[in-house]
């Protein structure tokens, strides 16, 4: 008998295999694809030699992840590669707001009357920044915080909806970034601990930027299931898991799966049965004849850029698509180029860029028109550009990947006290009501992001019982 079966190869179901396997228990793990990824995969979705990222492509999470920095990821490949700029928001004026590494830049481009202001509520916690990302990426109740003073602190500035963060802003630069940053999880900016999504994407920019994987998001994917391998773990691919009898005995499951799926599976009835899915998104890869065209020069360097002209036009399109069930007439654009920092994705010359923008949760429109309205906006003669696209909205998303239930990429709403406590009302959200069965998921605590610290978490949780009996 196995002591542990993991469901889903995504990077938590791929964390937390290797987190058992590295303590020395047997473990397998099932993928119903034909290769391991979930939302890090990367894939020739356009012309020949254009490597796209489906789903995640920059990774300020990864790069800080308490997990991924404990394991030897570089020894299998996994090399992280910066741009010159974390991020860019361009307005259309052709000036820019930016995320650099350096705090002064930063605080710097949002104007003499705001840069104070930023400094002020970031400049605290970047000392100690390692030790409150593990304090807030591992909870809850999987450790002890480290320094519980300085997660206090950033609970007060972070627990707050972000409108209120915002008003320690005068001008609409500083605002429309923090808005932007905000919208990275798809929540409305109104909504509970939107402060703390915010703070943390700024923080993580600060201490080791946004980077890319060199040759891809799969690179990622690749090296922890190296790792698995090493450890003696088992990985089937192509397996698709309808019930528990399909999968070897085991002394505990662990699924990387939504909480719908997992309840099917498991025969768990109703038990996620409040469990909301947010907002699905509509995503473009493009294959390019050269680099996007952006006015701001900050923009032709950064490896992320956020289009949205405002934080009221940001905070529209989202209510757009959360709350009042339509498609934005102008989009909130989330815009990763590869390329600036990783030349490996296009032949010479030319460029992979990805965009995508919010929609309601299982929409069937197209949004490629007004996507491309917003990046001519921004890029003017985006579109003779264009070499090849390929787009994707919730139901093509949903059916490359089962857990964007609907479109959601985020697997699940990060909304309301399910920003914090998901999926369910409970101290150990990682457990389920069958003593063996485990979900470690996006759908768990710290949430959406390839980071792997929900298979981390979840993992000590089953190496602990395991133990115990």
Request: with cysteine; proline share 9%; charged share 20%.
């Amino acid at each position: 008998m196995l002591d542990a079966v993991v469901v889903g190869a995504g990077p938590n179901g791929l964390t937390a295999a290797v987190e058992l396997a590295r303590r020395g228990f047997t473990v397998a793990l099932f993928e119903a694809r034909d290769t391991v990824g979930g939302g890090a995969r990367t894939e020739e979705l356009t012309l020949p030699g254009f490597r796209h990222d489906p789903c995640a492509a920059a990774h300020p999470l990864g790069i800080n992840s308490p997990a991924f920095r404990a394991l030897p990821l570089e020894r299998y490949g996994l090399e992280w590669l910066q741009p010159e700029l974390p991020m860019a928001h361009p307005f259309p004026d052709g000036s820019a707001a930016v995320l650099s590494r350096s705090l002064a830049e930063t605080a710097a481009s949002f104007g003499p009357r705001d840069a104070g202001a930023y400094r002020r509520l970031v400049q605290p916690f970047l000392p100690r920044w390692d030790t409150l990302a593990r304090d807030f990426m591992s909870l809850p109740l999987t450790a002890l915080p480290r320094d519980p003073v300085t997660l206090a602190r950033f609970g007060l500035a972070g627990l707050p909806p972000s409108t209120w963060l915002m008003r320690r802003f005068r001008d609409e630069k500083a605002k429309a970034l923090l808005a932007g940053l905000v919208a990275h999880v798809m929540a409305p900016l109104s909504g509970f601990a939107t402060s703390a999504i915010g703070l943390v994407f700024a923080l993580a920019a600060h201490a080791r930027g946004w980077p890319v994987a060199r040759g891809g998001s799969q690179a990622i994917s690749d090296a922890l299931a190296a790792h698995l391998r090493d450890l003696g773990g088992q990985i089937h691919t192509d397996y698709e898991v309808k019930r528990l009898d399909d999968l070897p005995p085991a002394r505990a499951y662990v699924f990387d799966t939504s909480p719908t799926a997992l309840a099917r599976i498991a025969g768990l009835g109703d038990l996620y049965g409040r469990y909301r899915y947010g907002p699905g998104v509509f995503k473009i890869d493009y294959a390019l004849d050269g680099p996007v065209p952006w006015t701001a020069p900050e923009a032709r360097v950064a490896g992320t850029v956020q289009i949205g002209a405002s934080s009221q036009e940001i905070g529209t399109a989202l209510r757009a698509a959360s709350r009042e069930g339509r498609a934005p007439d102008a989009p909130f654009l989330i815009t990763v180029q590869p390329g600036v920092a990783d030349p490996t994705r296009a032949p010479e010359g030319k460029q992979v860029f990805w965009a995508y923008g919010h929609v309601p949760n299982g929409w069937t429109g197209d949004l490629t028109d007004a996507i491309e309205r917003q990046l001519e906006r921004f890029a003017p003669g985006f579109r003779d550009r264009v070499l090849a696209r390929a787009t994707a909205g919730p139901p093509e998303l949903a059916a490359r990947n089962a857990n964007y239930v609907g479109g959601d990429i985020a697997t699940g709403a990060v909304t309301g006290l399910q920003a914090v406590l998901r999926p369910r009302l409970s101290l150990f959200p990682y457990a389920t009501p069958h003593p063996a069965v485990y979900i470690c998921s996006s759908a768990t605590p710290p949430g959406p992001g390839v980071h792997g610290m929900s298979g981390h978490n979840a993992a000590k949780a089953v190496w602990r019982r395991l133990r115990q009996t």
